[in-house]
């Protein structure tokens, strides 16, 4: 493999979707680092083994997104031991579903810290240098719930609705410069987030979606890297949904 190939950073890198997106990226030839909360230690090294066995090399770095400081010191980490980052892909998420009227501050905070905050977070310390390198993907894991609205989550909406914005004003900030800023926002995945839900919910969930069944996280990872490769060059400030017709406008 070239020494030259370009470098990933996936927050939530371990999670569902993230593994897919790891996979995918380092099939096509990127060198990706999954970024991992602390509290996922124990998972790591199950995680490790069925990457090795899947033949497929992903490094792995701890970090808290919900902290600038932590974000901050993962940043330069990464590229102290591999070089300059070149795609970012802010991909950790938490949920903390509850009616406005159930709602308090900490609930709010925790998830607009985790979705929303950790993608400025993550991207800041590698942002001034894809400018000055002239090169730049910034892909952004939204929701088809940002997009739309969803009872019960106006703390997950406000934060996936606001990453998308945070994408708006980065595209024309890196357009002149070579970096591009993308959402991608899936509908309804079969993953652990949407294996949490209760049985009947997920089922009328399903029922909804014009194409009947949860998207797999292979097809996120298919939109980002997409979106990650070089000749997406002239793509920038898009929202992609990828929700089976769920939300169509
Ligand atoms: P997972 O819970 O499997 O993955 C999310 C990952 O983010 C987990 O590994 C989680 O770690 C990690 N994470 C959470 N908080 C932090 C933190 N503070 N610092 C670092 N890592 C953290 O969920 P999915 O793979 O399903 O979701 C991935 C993204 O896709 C999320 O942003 C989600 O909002 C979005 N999405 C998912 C949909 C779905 O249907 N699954 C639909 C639409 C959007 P831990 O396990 O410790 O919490």
């Known amino acids: 493999m070239s020494e030259n190939r370009r470098l990933a950073i996936v927050t939530g890198g371990i999670g569902g979707i993230g593994t897919a997106i790891c996979e995918r990226l380092a099939k096509d030839g990127i060198q990706v680092v999954a970024t991992y909360h602390p509290a996922e230690e124990e998972k790591l090294a199950e995680w490790n083994k069925a990457r090795a066995e899947a033949g497929v090399e992903v490094a792995v770095a701890v970090c808290d997104v919900s902290s600038a400081e932590d974000s901050a010191r993962m940043v330069a980490e990464v590229q102290n031991e591999f070089g300059p980052v070149d795609i970012i892909v802010n991909c950790a998420g938490i949920t903390r579903d509850m009616t406005m009227k159930r709602m308090d501050a900490e609930n709010w905070e925790a998830v607009i810290n985790t979705n929303l905050n950790s993608a400025f977070y993550v991207t800041k310390p590698a942002w001034v240098g ?3 390198r002239g090169f730049g993907r910034v892909i952004n894991i939204s929701s088809v719930n940002g997009q739309r609205g969803q009872f ?3 703390n997950y909406s406000a934060a996936k609705a606001g990453m998308h914005g945070f994408t708006m004003a980065l595209a024309y900030e890196g357009a002149a410069k ?4 993308n959402t ?5 995945i079969a993953t652990a987030m949407t294996a949490a839900m209760r049985e009947d919910v997920l ?3 399903v029922s909804g979606i014009p194409m009947r069944r949860l998207g797999k996280p292979e097809e996120i990872a298919s939109a980002v890297a997409f979106l990650a490769a070089d000749e997406q060059a002239y793509i920038t ?3 992609i949904p990828v929700n089976g017709a769920l939300f169509v406008h």
């Not at 070579?178 to 800023?181: D, H, K, L, S, W």
């Not at 991608?184 to 309804?188: A, E, K, Q």
């Open 178 to 181: 070579g970096v591009t800023a």
């Open 203 to 205: 089922e009328s969930i």
């Open 237 to 239: 400030g898009a929202n």
């Open 130 to 132: 894809m400018l000055e």
């Open 184 to 188: 991608v926002s899936p509908g309804y």
């Open 152 to 154: 019960g989550q106006a």
